[in-house]
T-cell receptor, first 113, second 115 residues
Framework: GNSVTQMEGPVTLSEEAFLTINCTYTATGYPSLFWYVQYPGEGLQLLLK?????DKGSNKGFEATYRKETTSFHLEKGSVQVSDSAVYFC????????????FGAGTRLTVKP | EPEVTQTPSHQVTQMGQEVILRCVPISNHLYFYWYRQILGQKVEFLVS????????KSEIFDDQFSVERPDGSNFTLKIRSTKLEDSAMYFC?????????????FGPGTRLTVL
């Protein structure tokens, strides 16, 4: 089936540290891949996306590259800030299925000053 | 900036009671969704809705669940007889149109607690 597995948290980093949150997927067909972020008390917000192999999504200093050979979409940021503290969800959607998104379990990131 | 809103933010109910979770999608959106997240677990797709009918539903969305768009703005999720295991965060989402470039916008969620 179609699913996403992401690195378990929680992750605690100091400000300006390098962040990696691993995400791998299993899919039949050609999925689009997403990272969503959930700040405390808020809904899920799209952080970045990639719709085909080798695409790199980027936003707010975060990046993720769609790697078909390793079925991965790892989230990275070179220097995290306290304001990046949130829960991060990796997700996929099949190319020809407009309805069903599959999410990972979420990774809670806490950045300390 | 337009956003998806949900009410209430927290609903507490007794097992066996009916609950209705309300969502107001973004006004020009055509596709509507409900997801749930049991505490500490992944976000799970429940149902999608387009053109006044369910277009897809997951195995979670059994006969106890129903959705409705009673007017031009609200999109509701009803659970007829709640069970303890229905306790979760429920997210509504909407999308303007089909197509890979169109993202789903999520509401802040309603936390349902079944006692």
């Amino acid at each position: 089936g179609n699913s996403v597995t992401q690195m378990e948290g929680p992750v605690t980093l100091s400000e300006e540290a390098f962040l990696t949150i691993n995400c791998t997927y299993t899919a039949t067909g050609y999925p689009s891949l997403f990272w969503y972020v959930q700040y405390p008390g808020e809904g899920l917000q799209l952080l970045l996306k990639a719709t085909k192999a080798d695409d790199k999504g980027s936003n707010k200093g975060f990046e993720a590259t769609y790697r078909k050979e390793t079925t991965s979409f790892h989230l990275e940021k070179g220097s995290v800030q306290v304001s990046d503290s949130a829960v991060y969800f990796c997700a996929l959607r099949l190319l020809y299925n407009n309805n069903d998104m599959r999410f990972g379990a979420g990774t809670r990131l806490t950045v300390k000053p | 900036e337009p956003e998806v809103t949900q009410t209430p933010s927290h609903q507490v109910t007794q097992m066996g009671q009916e609950v209705i979770l309300r969502c107001v999608p973004i006004s020009n959106h055509l596709y509507f969704y409900w997801y749930r997240q049991i505490l500490g677990q992944k976000v799970e797709f429940l149902v999608s809705f387009y053109n006044n009918e369910i277009s897809e539903k997951s195995e979670i969305f059994d006969d106890q669940f129903s959705v409705e768009r009673p007017d031009g703005s609200n999109f509701t999720l009803k659970i007829r007889s709640t069970k303890l295991e229905d306790s979760a965060m429920y997210f509504c989402a909407s999308r303007r149109e089909a197509g890979d470039g169109n993202e789903q916008f999520f509401g802040p969620g309603t936390r349902l607690t079944v006692l």
